[in-house]
């Protein structure tokens, strides 16, 4: 099946700071999303991107899909940013379901 | 906006016992899913559900496991007999269509299962 690697997998900043994740993927995709996994262990929805470039205030994302690789840019950190970032795909070949990374888990200091 | 709702937030059970949990999907979605997430693991794909029929199951979804929609607006997933690796948080999800830019997946907020 299609694997999906993220990088970093841990990043500690100051609040303030920008920061970069990255998420490749080993197929060609029909979706890709981005989610923040909050304190409580909800899934937030921060982007659908199976290609071109989205912002959404500080957050923006930016999929390659013909060099299989996501990023997510946050910008101008806060402490609410705090979380673990998963990436997650749908492979073009396989069935409907998500296979997510193994996420990147930021920690903004204030 | 609409959303995907989940009860209960937390459920403990004993080991051995049966266990339902509930998801009500947004109502013109055609396709729902259950995944789950063990402490500090990333979130797996348990099975998929379209047309009232289950379309794709992982190797964990085994007999022990079972969905339902019973009634048009509930999606269930039922673990007959919990062991103490059940324990995890289980998410449902939907999407309103197969193709893009319908295929996006919206989920709820989570049931955590602990098994004693």
């Known amino acids: 099946g299609i694997q999906v690697e993220q990088s970093p997998p841990d990043l500690i900043l100051q609040e303030g700071a920008n920061s970069t994740l990255r998420c490749n993927f080993s197929?060609?995709?029909?979706?890709l999303q981005w989610f923040h996994q909050n304190p409580w262990g909800q899934l937030i929805n921060l982007f659908y991107?199976?290609?071109g470039t989205k912002q959404n205030g500080r957050l923006s994302a930016t999929t390659v899909a013909t060099e299989r690789y996501s990023l997510l840019y946050i910008s101008s950190s806060q402490t609410t940013d705090s979380g673990v970032y998963f990436c997650?795909?749908?492979?073009?070949?396989?069935?409907?379901?998500?296979?997510f990374g193994t996420g990147t888990r930021l920690t903004i200091i204030p | 906006e609409p959303e995907v709702t989940q009860t209960p937030s937390h459920q403990v059970t004993q080991m051995g016992q049966e266990v339902i949990l509930r998801c009500v999907p947004i109502?013109?979605?055609?396709?729902f899913y259950w995944y789950r997430q063990i402490l500090g693991q990333k979130v797996e794909f348990l099975v998929s559900?379209?047309?009232?029929?289950?379309?794709?199951k992982s190797e964990i979804f085994d007999d022990q496991f079972s969905v339902e929609r019973p009634d048009g607006s509930n999606f269930t997933l039922k673990i007959r007999s919990t062991k103490l690796e059940d324990s995890a948080m289980y998410f449902c999800?939907?999407?309103?269509?197969?193709?893009?830019?319908?295929?996006?997946?919206?989920f709820g907020p989570g049931t955590r299962l602990t098994v004693l």
């Open positions: 997650a795909v749908e492979s073009f070949f396989g069935n409907e379901k998500l296979t």
């Open positions: 559900f379209y047309n009232n029929e289950i379309s794709e």
């Open positions: 991107i199976p290609s």
């Open positions: 109502s013109n979605h055609l396709y």
């Open positions: 999800a939907s999407r309103r269509r197969g193709a893009s830019p319908y295929n996006e997946q919206f």
């Open positions: 197929d060609s995709v029909n979706n």
